[in-house]
């Protein structure tokens, strides 16, 4: 092994082991948000036929992300009791990544003859500090986003694999090979990425910043109208199937913006300030932002100067690394592997505004140009080492904070007090240490914070429901009386109003069950709760058990048909067919599922969790019954 080659096995090795032992600090804090309705499934996993139903049960996308859910697989065993193996998983996978993303650096570095002789000192840089940054502990340590990091996986092979590929271009006799691996790279592993989270499409756009960024002078002895022929197959062609998707999507797009608090207009007015300090983040760290908790972010319009400011200041960044490129093309590489790694999720779609995780491969751009930069240019040689150091003492303070919990929980919601989830990871930490006082008074005050808030609003009735106190209960339901039509929608609204339900049924709560009907009556008023599908389908179904025990059953079948009609699906469409035929409507029932079976979108289709047995089973029951099949 020569000296260079000692020197990044051994960078590698302890930058690797650091990262381990400072995400380790965090291994033990508990469930996060999204993890439950990911994760539940794990529960019903028995055999090989229930695993292959959990593999292919995703709703999180049309295609439902099927090798993310594989990979949970590995943990099945520690669901719901042990969040900590998910975690380490989780944290061994980024591991590899680092490795892999060494592996491309080195190889991309030795190709490129101004960092040939710098390419291991290079490589180690980039993987450790990229694996230390606390801008990826977030995907990291969040079990649901291993989604994201295994995306960031297939995605790496395949930079990995076309750094081989564009190697053997710049020979005549291996062209021929390099650039059948380069087309197995590209399209491959893009395809493999996609089945782990969508991101994995965006593969062919950072291949494209490599190639017209730092390997634009490398040699090529590929044909050049072969070579021109490619790169529309692979780079513009990819770019044309994006388009086309966005735009066969666009109802549901604008649909979906109707239930979100902001328009497409101030999402990119404020995905044009949130990328700066995702850059501020990735270069100047505060520490305290880091964290899950990146909801409650400020909403921009067009005109407001913060957003003109920034507009202005990417345009003119964006400009100089397109005339820079002619040199040493380390801002081009920079600026458009960012944007390249954020076209989907901080550009038109209707996501949440902003999350860290995010940030997983775009992040490794910019860190790269600034290591290169300091490595080429003497005046900068003590770049790499000072960004080091700085990733190493952000990334210790922010998992250190972990090691206790709750008291990391209560700084976050501190730094982000218009976090709904903050404040909700708070009160269920208290409450599972038995302080009922705490817990409310949290509520209560994120009450207070955030009155638009409606998932709090029912946690405070909850809690209300829960203690059995009447005064807290009667201020809720006025609340929700007085609020219900332009509060923000949250998929914890159902969830929390099922328990209330439940306390109501159970005569456990000072509530009738028509006051609770009244509340989701004043709620599906709300037109942006309306617009969101999924929550409308809950509270018909938290409605139709209420109106079961106080107006009778066709009451609530009436519920279940609009709850099915919200958004179609079996289970809910096998409850409206047996309570059709409990009401001795067995024709009514049969017509329903036939009606149904034609509804059901793809997400639905693709299922394999056994819903179609149970279907063509009711079906029969019901033709055998009427005689009419």
Known sequence: MSGRSYLFASLMVAGLWVTYLFHSHAFYAPWFYDDAPTLRGLADVQDWSSAWAFIWSGVASAIGRPLSNASYLLNFADWPTNPVGFRRTGVLLHLINALLLGWVALRIGRMVPAMRDRAELFASLLAVAWALHPLTFSANLMPVQRMTVLAGTFTLLGLLLYAIGRERLQHRETCVSGVVICSVAVGGFSVLGVLAKENGALLPFLVAVLEYSVLRRLPNKL????????????????????????????????????????????????????????????????VMQFGPFQDGVKVYSAMDVQVLISAFAWFAVVVLAWLERSRSGLLMLAVGWFWAGHLLESTILPLELSFEHRNYIPAIGPIAGLIAAGLLVRSLHFLPWVFMCLVVLSGWRVTSLWTDTLAAAEIQQTYHPRSVRAAQFVAMLYDRLGDDETTYRVIELAVERMPEASDLLATKLMLGCRANNHDVIRRSIESFHERARALDPSFALSDTLRHVKDMVLDGHCDLAPDELVQVTSDLLENPRIDANKLLKHNLHHVRADLLHASAGAEAALAELIEAFNSNPNPETAILVASMFDALGFSSDALDFLDRANEAFPMAVRRRQDGWQQQFGNMRTYLCSKTGSC
């Open 223 to 286: 044909n050049l109208g072969v070579w021109r022929l490619w790169q529309v197959g692979f780079f513009a062609l990819p770019f044309v199937m994006l388009l086309v998707y966005v735009a066969h999507g666009w109802p549901t797009t604008m649909n979906t913006y109707a239930a979100r608090n902001f328009s497409l207009d101030e999402r990119l007015a404020s995905q044009a300030v949130l990328t700066w300090q995702y850059m501020r983040q990735m270069f100047i760290p505060n």
